[in-house]
């Protein structure tokens, strides 16, 4: 009976959490598990509390790229710092405008795709403040084309669809606004 009181009580405190994590998958030889489980006890973390401990440690000594202002070297934890945004396709943006050549392959697909969505608005003539707002609508889109799901042409058509069934883009001031779009 104490077991499952218990268990009742460390599940509400799970979901309290505000927080968002992600479950990512480790790999470990059995020596290295080992070795963290070590460190996990000394530490009185558990073993995935005290994976992450680390790899937040070593991200904020490593260097992964160098300041463009004056060459000094950036740890990825600063990288991010200056790249991170809540939206997805921003952050993506922001990391290949300012270090692209830490795009993973998936992410670089993913940034020539919104580089193409722009090139096509600007032939749709859409107004500047609005390339962001399309790459937006068309997110899920991009991504699909980036996983090859759907061909670059299946994307331009989704992107004249919504130019002729959302009506005029060139009114969405305040859609844009809204969504707080970067401009390109």
Known sequence: MGNKEGEAMATKKRGSKLNKSET???RFDPKLKMVAELLAAKERRSLSSMIEWAVERIAREIPVAT????????????????????????????????????LTYEERRLYEL?????????????????????????????????????SENELLR???????????????????????????
């Open 158 to 184: 989704l992107l004249k669809d919504v130019l002729t069934t959302d009506g005029d883009l060139f009114q969405l001031s305040t859609a844009a606004d809204n969504a707080q779009c970067p401009v390109a």
């Open 67 to 102: 300041s463009k202002s004056d060459g000094s070297p950036l740890t990825a934890w600063q990288v991010v710092d200056e790249c991170w945004d809540s939206e997805h396709y921003k952050r993506i943006k922001n990391l290949g405008d300012a270090y692209p050549g830490l």
């Open 114 to 150: 919104m580089v193409q969505v722009i090139i096509w608005c600007l032939d749709e003539r859409l107004p500047k403040g609005r390339h962001w707002l399309m790459v937006k609508i068309l997110w899920e889109d991009i991504v699909q084309c980036a996983d090859e799901s759907i």
């Open 24 to 26: 990512v998958q480790v």
